[in-house]
């Protein structure tokens, strides 16, 4: 191997010999891991669950005299001192995160590549090459990745900005994961609707401390799904991180996009995908415009209750759409006018709007990009003043 820091090849090879000479008289606790497919017989695995394992042991090894030789090597390495604030953030000292991130992933990289911990010189190898390649490389990889119900697809589906829609890889999740098994959504990976991931995916630069909010990107991306498609997707409930294709964490879902709603499941296709990948985009308007925030907010909370509560968010959540602080009637007549074709459509969506008409109308709204700029031109239309808004040409695969 050509190595850049020979000097940490041999320290931490040091260390990860002396910690499989310790562990390997202990018993390591085995998961008993179910790979299922749609349509094929299921396949069966235990795996020696030594990540957690050897986390639960950090305490103990951090004190021996090969860790402190290895960390003391690290703190002469600004590679390796940066890369451990970007993966650890805030700690205690210098010396526990660099232990945390970069001495003890290698250790469990290490093990998981000889399954368990009967010494192999090449497991030991790639393990190392990884991790120079993170501590030496221009950024870090950040992957974060959550189960996707209610939605199936043909092929993978890209919502923008590093987000897409993929099929989930049979054990993938396991793989760096082990304990995945028991968050993941019931019967993911069984049904034609539960084998498919939400995935956000950015280059951090070094020196980057904080990763994205991917809760709060994969709930908007869950919102936009839903205004696109009317089916019943949630993602979660927990998302799962990688930074530089190493375990970086678990973090719940926001529980309103990790709740499912009622309804059909659905199959994604290109018109509508690409109709939620441009109301993910334009979602960002609604942090500005607390009246549409209110509005998407309980169209989304009606997806949930059983009537009289879930028609009275629907009301509420037109009336913060359109009312334009004129009530309930002016909202109703502004979405007739809105989406109504013809006066015989519009007189019937005054009379008794359909509950979908709600997320139509949010549809149009977020997809013209000026809420107070619609209700007005709206206004000029009854007025006969102007003609009605042009309605996006994608609005009518959502209808």
Not at 357 to 369: C, D, F, S, Y
Not at 380 to 388: N, V, Y
Request: with cysteine.
């Amino acid at each position: 191997m050509a190595l850049r820091a020979p000097h940490l090849y041999t320290a931490l090879r040091a260390f990860a010999l002396d910690a499989f000479r310790l562990f390997s008289v202990e018993d390591v606790p085995f998961a008993f891991e179910e790979h299922v497919s749609v349509g094929r017989p299921a396949l069966y695995e235990y795996r020696p669950l030594v990540r957690s394992f050897l986390e639960s042991q950090a305490s103990r090894l951090a004190h021996r005299g090969d860790a402190r030789a290895v960390v003391a090597e690290l703190r002469n390495e600004p590679a390796a001192r940066i890369f451990s604030r970007a993966h650890a953030g805030p700690r205690s000292s210098e010396d526990d995160a660099l232990f945390q991130t970069v001495v003890v992933p290698l250790l469990i990289a290490t093990a998981e590549g000889c399954g368990g911990f009967d010494w192999d010189d090449a497991a030991f190898d790639r393990a190392y090459v990884e991790l120079e390649q993170s501590l030496f490389g221009n950024g870090h990889a950040y992957v974060a990745v959550a189960p996707l119900v209610g939605v199936s697809i043909g092929r993978a589906v890209d919502l923008g900005d590093g987000l897409r829609i993929r099929t989930a890889d049979p054990g993938e999740l396991a793989q760096l994961w082990p304990e995945a098994r028991g968050l993941l959504p019931r019967d993911f990976g069984r049904e034609v609707d539960r084998t498919c991931v939400l995935e956000l995916e950015r280059q951090l630069a070094h020196g980057d401390g904080e990763p994205p909010d991917a809760p709060g990107e994969i709930a908007d991306a869950v919102t936009a799904l839903r205004l696109a498609t009317a089916a019943p997707i949630a993602a979660g409930p927990v998302l799962f991180e990688r930074l530089d294709w190493r375990p970086y964490g678990i973090r719940p879902v926001l529980p309103i996009a990790a709740t499912q709603p009622n309804g059909e499941p659905t199959r994604l296709d290109e018109l509508r995908g690409r109709l939620a990948a441009d109301l993910r985009e334009r979602l960002i308007a609604a942090d500005e415009d607390p009246h549409l925030a209110d509005a998407l907010d309980r169209w989304e909370l009606s997806l949930f209750q059983d009537e009289p509560f879930g028609a009275e968010q629907l009301r509420a959540s037109l009336a913060a759409l359109l009312g334009g602080g004129d009530g309930i009637w002016a909202a109703s007549l502004r979405l007739a006018v809105l989406l109504g074709e013809t006066p015989r459509d519009r007189a019937e969506l005054l009379a008794a709007a359909p509950p979908d008409a709600v997320r139509r109308a949010l549809i149009e709204t977020v997809l013209h990009g000026n809420r107070a700029d619609l209700v007005a031109n709206l206004d000029e239309t009854i007025l006969g003043l102007r003609p009605r808004p042009t309605r996006h040409f994608t609005l009518k695969a959502a209808s």
